[in-house]
């Protein structure tokens, strides 16, 4: 069973990994709205130093609305980005409403 279900609140956490991590550094710290669960695939993180036998991570499709990421910049209410982030940066919020 998934971690986290469409709908669920999620706030990205701000691991402090260094390098291309695929979690850019205004998405973090940010809560967003699971979309979709994507599958398990390795840890990219991983893979780009080499290390092929590491552990599946679920992969889910988060939103973000665009105004709260860029509070200061004239965005419609209804735009969103969707970024594709990997379960061991996410954190359930209390607005969670599905249990792990």
Sequence with gaps: ???????????????????HVRIPHYIRQQTGQIVSYCGTYLNPEDLALGNTAGTAVDLYRVAFKQTQLWPHEDHPR?????????DHWLAPTEDTHHAP
């Design 78 to 86: 209804q735009d969103r980005l969707i970024i594709e982030i990997y």
């Design 1 to 19: 069973m998934n971690r986290f279900a469409a709908g669920d609140q999620v706030r990205v956490l701000a691991l402090g990994k260094q390098g």
